[in-house]
């Protein structure tokens, strides 16, 4: 089942298998980002975090680029309008859908792009890739956590060398700093991005969607604060556990002690 926004600009399609697909399609302009798209964009996430039958989303481009950042020829009317408002707000959407989402990047990700990739849970890189932020270039100040978010990634020294000087970042250099999770042929990438999305949906969508929650939460906290957060959910998950439920993790493990007791 698929659907698409206005103009066919942000595509979105949902399979049987609990895994939907957002494409950035302005191939043309390698994805830039007018008003309308980033409203879509928004959109479609929040759509899709509200959606029973979705477990998992994938995020990529079409053609040559995942986004190499706003359409400048929009940029007084997205910074001085709608860009304020959290309804229309992309990155914020992302951050607030509670399914995993999984970027597909290739070619550039510039800017906004770059933003939109860190908005991800997990990234998969084409070999090649660039990742770029060209605020100081443009003279823009950043609002969608660039500033925050990548020198918590790669470290401070490295976020400033990346922003202020608003040279390249490759997909294999960040795959070294932890922020790409893999980087492989272009001709792979969708494949990789399936196949982890696979593996999510396969999982207990319950427990994805509490863990995901867990790590980001967290992740804002100190590490004293954090633990005390990871104690008070999985108390309170526990004593919400059912006889049911602690049954068919016996039997899960009983399944697993099985096969593995074939194979000797």
């Known amino acids: 089942m698929s659907d698409s926004s206005s103009e066919n600009l942000i595509l979105v399609s949902r ?3 609990g895994i939907a697909t957002v494409t950035i399609n302005r191939p043309a302009s390698l994805n830039s980002l007018s008003q309308l798209m980033i409203t879509d ?3 479609a996430f929040k759509d899709l975090g509200r959606d029973e039958s979705v477990r998992v989303i ?4 079409s053609g040559r680029a995942f986004c190499s950042g706003l359409d400048l020829t929009a940029a007084e009317q997205v910074f001085k309008g709608g860009m304020k408002d959290k309804e229309y707000d992309p990155v914020f959407q992302m951050e607030q859908c509670p399914k995993p989402i999984i970027g597909a990047i290739n070619g550039v990700a510039v800017t906004a792009g770059f933003e939109i990739a860190l908005a ?3 990234l998969v890189a084409a070999k090649g890739t660039n990742f770029m932020d060209t605020h100081t270039r443009f003279g823009i100040v950043p609002s969608w956590g660039l500033s925050q978010k990548l020198p918590r ?3 401070p020294n490295k976020a400033r060398e990346v922003s202020l000087t608003a040279m390249p970042f490759t997909s294999e250099e960040a795959q070294k700093l932890g922020f790409v999770n893999y980087v492989v042929e272009g001709t792979e990438l969708l494949k990789k991005a399936r196949e982890i999305a696979r593996v999510v949906a396969h999982n207990n969508h319950d ?3 509490r863990y995901k929650s867990l790590i980001n939460d967290g992740f804002k906290l ?3 604060q954090a633990l005390a957060l990871e104690k008070e959910r999985a ?3 526990y004593d919400k556990m059912t006889t049911e439920q602690f049954k068919k993790m016996q039997e899960f493990v009983a399944v697993r002690s099985s096969k593995k007791s074939s194979k000797l």
């Not at 994938?58 to 481009?61: A, F, K, T, W």
Request: aromatic residues 8%; proline residues 4%; hydrophobic residues 45%.
């Open 222 to 224: 100190d590490l004293h």
């Open 207 to 209: 427990i994805v969607i």
């Open 153 to 155: 990634i790669i470290g």
């Open 235 to 237: 108390y309170k998950y």
């Open 120 to 122: 991800c849970d997990i």
């Open 15 to 17: 399979e049987p298998d």
């Open 58 to 61: 994938i995020l990529s481009g």
């Open 41 to 43: 964009l928004a959109r």
